[in-house]
């Protein structure tokens, strides 16, 4: 007895671990979460809405899609990612839904190999994979919502550059990285659409702020003073455009030099009633989020399927399939007309 | 120890471990009824996979804790590690048990690194390993250039992270090995009273002829060496190596240790404590995804837990003291 009493907390540390490790029940159906739910509708599906981090408006405002679309559905939407982006945080909490059951999951990958992994898990569990956003490795999921090609950005930008300039006069590009792959292929893009559709508008300069908004700044303050005759700012980072617009403000050119390029409305907004800048270009990230839950609800009941062509998601219509990527459209843009109406 | 001093069911009782333990069955009870598929053998396996590596380090961290000392430099060494561990793989062209050695013999040197300045150089822990701390991190950061990473390892080393063996993950069994080697180490052997003994009073171990700089050394050394294991297992678990591997984790160990009841001032505390620490914080983190409650509550609840467990048991003894104070205050009254 007094043995017993004596290594009690190691009995206890025994059978402590041997709960953690040992079963207490086995699993009840893990592939059909939405079952395990109290109310025995059958049909409702649980999706797991993954976003990069949590707090981050682009995402908060693509969830809000998500659970317009679950709401309409009738589907039961988890919300859940890493408070900042975290890619173990992101595979942990992937591999709490593969135990949970759910039936769904919708990833936007912070490192695509490193959750890949866990997505597959997943797949291997029956449980169905799509990706939003940003991608993870093709066989690790089933669909990827891809919200804009190069192409349509790339394009998106220089006709807007040549609406408000009325397809004649000089412009310069304010880009993040002169090596980025996606700044590369943007900036390709826009040169190519300026070529094929608007001879007439010159480009002058190319600079690079490294995704800086102050160097943005102090990149346009020089690119006005070197040419004067240049009527509009292009940025193809999100950074450039409210650097841009402080450099056109501080120098007394507003209105006279436009100022556009890929952004968020709230980081601009200011600069979009002040009439500093004319326009940001994005996709509209709640679309996106519906997007994602009706492909992944779609999928889940088998009226996806690869090799289809278009894909109808409730009262956004129709939209087009290539390969394995669902394509949200041309991308949108923001102006003092509808900025307001967006918060993210 | 053991046959010697005879404890009552009242001291076993209001130990800190045993009340750490009722904490985690209250965690386990709760999470199972309110949690969907909380209680089933995959989530167990899940929280003990999730929790190896922070289990690691949480593990060389308490003899050094005991000694007194911190190490804050293990979150930025596992990162260090993880990088170097892929580095030798994908660029050196070694196999991966011979890249295995090589981060192994990184951890001991970046350890080695840290047990020097602190024992020889006899400076205190927390400053080295504050530089040590931002030093590891931003060599991982500057050898990648903080985009590099490290992905296409070879399924027979993915299954380390990812598989089980036996019906257990694959890492537990490392993990396991760890337990078995720092429960020995601290709680069988001279090193661990000498670590106690170095963290009651470092001047009354030295004048006891304990060897006091090698034996801090030596801990330093091991938690180098963990953070390298720690490291090649998070990179197998997450099938990539990248720069910010384990940042944080310095700080999940450190509160595992302490919610394990390891004293921070040194000289108290055990390795099951410390498992008891790690695992309430596991089975929290765990609990609170299957019970679809926000991620941002486990940093919460984990804070309210160190300060329930910890006042749980330095409670009892702090009313006992009073007591006993009050009684002593009482007999002269009596005797007036």
Redesign the interface.
Known sequence: M?LI??K???F??IA??A??????????S?TT?GN??PTPAAKQLTIAFLPKS?GNAYFVSCAKGAQKAADELGDKL?I????DP???RQ???V???????VDVIAASCE?K??I??ALR?AEAKGIKVVTYDADALPDARSFFMNQATSQGIGYALMDEAARLCESNGEFAVITGSLTAGNQVAWRQFVEERRAAAYPNMKCDAVEACDDLKDKAQSETTALLSTYPNVKLILSTTSLGVPGAAEAIKQAGKTGVVKNIGLGLPNENKRYVHDGVTQGVILWKTADLGYLTVYAADALAKGTLKSGDKTFKAGSLGTFDIQGDNIMLGKPFTFNKDNIDQFDF | M?ASN??S?KS?LL?H??IL?AV??VE?IFF?AI???F????????????SCEIGLLALAMTPIILTGGIDLSVGSLLGLCAILFGKFWRDAGMTIPVAAVCTVGVGALAGGLNASLISWLRLPPLIVTLGTYSLFRGLAEAITHGVD?F??FPASF?FLG?NRWLG?PAQ?LVFFAAVIFFWLLVHRTTFGRSFRAIGFSPEGARYAGIPVGRRVAMVYVLAGIVSAIAAII?TA????A?A??G?GYELFAITAVVLGGTSIFGGVGSI?GT??GV?AIA?L??GI??A?L???MAGMLTGVLLILALAGSILPKTISGLRARKAAFKIPKQTA
């Open positions: 007094k009493i004596q009690l907390p190691v206890l540390l402590g671990l709960g953690l490790t040992g079963c207490n029940k086995s699993a009840e893990p979460g395990n739910t949590k988890i859940d990612g890493p408070t975290d890619p173990a595979n942990e909490i591999e709490n839904w593969i135990t949970l059951g490192n190999e490193g890949s992994t898990k | 053991g005879k404890p069911i076993v130990r471990e045993t333990f985690l069955a386990w199972d949690g969907h598929n209680g089933t053998y995959d989530t167990s396996c899940d929280i003990l996979r999730h990473t992905t296409d993915l990812q257990i537990a998070y678990r997450l099938g990539q990248k910010d591997a940042t099951h498992l008891l695992a089975v983190h765990s995804a299957h679809l926000p991620g941002e």
